[in-house]
């Protein structure tokens, strides 16, 4: 072989012989002065990071991705493919699952909220989709119905498509609102026990006039069966956080229902970017990344997980209690973020100490904590967020400051 030949060789195959392959490699050197290996980036550039006593809150970076989704995320970042056939393909999987129609990967269960209520505006026309968000004159409809009582910060996800939101109380108000201009009517699960109409009666006011349905369970998973619950009772769309209790990507979340709907939610997205979705990017690795989060939830032992947090919580609550005055109760909410949650107060005379003061403390000290304070003699923490063993720092934490506030 000529020594030109040669190096052509080894330029195409560059892993064949160990000697030679390993030559070719970056020097390690090299890798390490420019990659993230070994480095400590929140040190340097001074972030403060923190055990999360408080749950899935975004702007505390929401929750820690499984290793299965690193992996994945890693493992898919050293291909090219095609975003619309990888969306189908994951989104096929991804509605067996689930028990819909269709489903696709969004960035979050917002743009969920977003896209999916413009797959019911403009359906596949591309025309409409252009249009998107000026309503006026297009022959689209315009507005969302939603419950007083259901109306929190993320409805603003429904203004992005250019729909006004009008606001009930009741099933007769429901039924009064309905127009030849409703697009859609909205649930919120999270307060389904605050509102007049419940999941039921929403559906059969709604399949009366013949209006579709969609329900935001952003935080609504546990429990697992939540996931295929709302497309089994009729629900038209339903919208998930894959960056909540699912711990896939912080940055995606899942639009699952009726295909006519996500089709056209699919033209509000990117790739393409004539439409007002196109913002709402998730790439190949956290499509990827979010189907094996979901595939992990749905086969996780959820029993063996729940044993687990109740005796992560006992840990702090035995401890925290060893403190005269001190006493603890663990509530677990019936909707959303259902988890067990450790309350724990304590007597204002023997310790004068308020829950921020205690709070503020333990967020100053030594590894950070973060849980949640309040004026009175009281604070609260959710062992859900924090990694194995943490609950072992915090409950020496909380022990050791509420002694020290202690009078002698
Ligand atoms: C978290 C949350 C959202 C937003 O979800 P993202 O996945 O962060 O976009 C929407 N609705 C409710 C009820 C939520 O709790």
């Not at 304590?346 to 829950?355: E, Y």
Request: net charge neutral; glycine share 10%; aromatic share 6%.
């Amino acid at each position: 072989m000529q020594r030109r030949d040669l190096l052509k060789f080894i330029s195409v195959a560059p892993l064949v012989g160990g000697a030679v392959g390993s030559k070719l490699t970056a020097s390690p050197a090299k890798t390490q002065a420019y990659g993230a290996a070994g480095r400590d980036l929140f040190k340097e550039f001074g972030i403060r990071t923190f055990i999360n006593g408080r749950g899935t809150i975004t702007a505390m970076s929401g929750s820690l991705m499984h290793d299965e989704v690193l992996d994945a995320i890693k493992a898919t970042s050293r291909n090219f493919c095609m975003i619309d056939e990888l969306q189908d393909k994951v989104g096929a999987k991804i509605a067996e699952l689930c028990h819909s129609e269709s489903a696709v990967v969004t960035s979050g269960a917002f743009s969920a909220l977003t896209l999916g209520l413009a797959g019911v505006l403009t359906g596949t026309d591309e025309q409409k989709v252009r249009q998107l968000p000026h309503l006026e004159g297009t022959g689209m409809k315009s507005e969302v119905i939603c419950q007083r009582r259901h109306d929190i910060a993320y409805n603003h996800a429904f203004l992005n498509t250019g729909c006004k939101i009008v606001m009930i109380d009741t099933a007769e108000e429901l039924r009064n609102a309905i127009n030849e201009k409703t697009a859609l009517l909205f649930f919120l699960n999270i307060n389904a026990d605050r509102g007049q109409i419940g999941h039921e009666e929403w559906l059969k006011i709604a399949q009366e006039h013949n209006v579709p349905t969609l329900i935001d369970m952003a935080a609504d998973v546990p429990p697992v069966e939540n996931l295929w619950r709302f497309n089994d009772m009729g629900f038209d769309l339903v919208c998930v956080s894959g960056g909540k209790a699912m711990r896939g990507p912080q940055s995606a979340g899942l639009l699952l229902g009726r295909k006519r709907f996500i089709d056209g939610a699919r033209l509000s997205m990117f790739p393409r970017g004539f439409n007002v979705g196109r913002g709402m990017k998730v790439n190949k690795e956290e499509i990827f990344g979010m189907y094996i989060a979901l595939e992990k939830f749905i086969n996780e032992d959820h029993d063996k997980v729940w044993r687990s947090w109740e005796s992560r919580t006992a840990v702090v609550a035995d401890q925290v209690k060893r403190v005269d005055g001190v006493t603890t109760e663990v509530t677990v909410p019936e909707l959303g973020n259902v988890t067990p949650n450790l309350h724990i107060s304590w007597d204002a005379a023997k310790i004068p100490v308020n829950g921020n003061e205690l709070a503020e403390r333990l967020r100053n000290g030594s590894p950070s904590i973060e849980i949640v304070g309040g004026r009175e003699n009281k604070v609260w923490l959710t062992v859900w967020m924090m990694q194995e063993g943490e609950e072992k720092i915090v409950a020496k934490r909380i022990h050791e400051e509420l002694t020290k506030a202690r009078v002698s």
